[in-house]
Every structure is written in C-alpha cells, then in structure tokens.
Nanobody, 126 residues
Framework: QVQLVESGGGLVQAGGSLRLSCAAS????????MGWFRQAPGKEREFVAA?????????YYADSVKGRFTISRDNAKNMMYLQMNSLKPEDTAVYSC??????????????????WGQGTQVTVSS
C-alpha cells in the first residue's frame, strides 16, 4: 500500500523559512516523479514544484515560488523535500505531496498524479 506523509508545516512570520518533508512508502520510489501542490481556503489547488524521478532530476517551479522554494529528493531514503524561503502571506495553504509516473508535460497537472499525502498546513503571518 502506497502512503505519502508530509511533515514540517507550521506558523511562520513573513520572510521566514520552512522545510517540508514527504516520506513515501513506495517500493520503487526512484521511478516516480514527485510534486508539491497547495490549496488555500476558497481557492483551487495549484502546482508548486515538481522533480523528476532521477536522482538530481529535473526540477520545475510555479512562477510564484521560483527563486524562493527549492524541491529536492533523496531516493535512498524515499524522501522528498520542499525548502521554502522568503515566505509571504500568500503562501499560506495546505501543502500536499504527490507521486506519479509522468512525462515532462504533465508535472503541473494534479490529475496526472497517482498518490497523494494528507497535507500539511503552512501559515505565514504578516
């Protein structure tokens, strides 16, 4: 049974940093593309970042987080991370990790991912 579990969310002041983690119980984790999505109250789920299955794989970012967030993965530990710096109040949302076998054209498409975590709340105060 595949399970994704996020951790690391919390309350932080604007300009601060958080590091989210996603622990994956996927036997072939190193064959899955991974992504982060977020959803704020009253808003649709939006793509944040993705990383391809290869170690040191290609990364993709939403324009709104480019230069502030960094996605990474450790295939030996079945872990994925999202380092979030220079946080803004508009980054407040529930952040979820997702896994799927995607082509490079589909990293931003949430319906292409096969597995999802339960989400972790990130709140940025002004």
């Amino acid at each position: 049974q595949v399970q994704l579990v996020e951790s690391g969310g919390g309350l932080v002041q604007a300009g601060g940093s958080l590091r989210l983690s996603c622990a994956a119980s996927i036997r072939t984790f190193n064959r899955y593309d991974m992504g982060w999505f977020r959803q704020a109250p009253g808003k649709e789920r939006e793509f944040v970042a993705a990383i391809s299955w290869r170690s040191g794989g290609t990364t993709y970012y939403a324009d709104s987080v480019k230069g502030r967030f960094t996605i990474s993965r450790d295939n030996a530990k079945n872990m994925m991370y999202l380092q979030m710096n220079s946080l803004k109040p508009e980054d407040t949302a529930v952040y979820s990790c997702a896994a799927g076998k995607l082509g490079s054209n589909y990293y931003t498409k949430y319906d292409r991912y096969d597995y999802w975590g339960q989400g972790t709340q990130v709140t940025v105060s002004s």
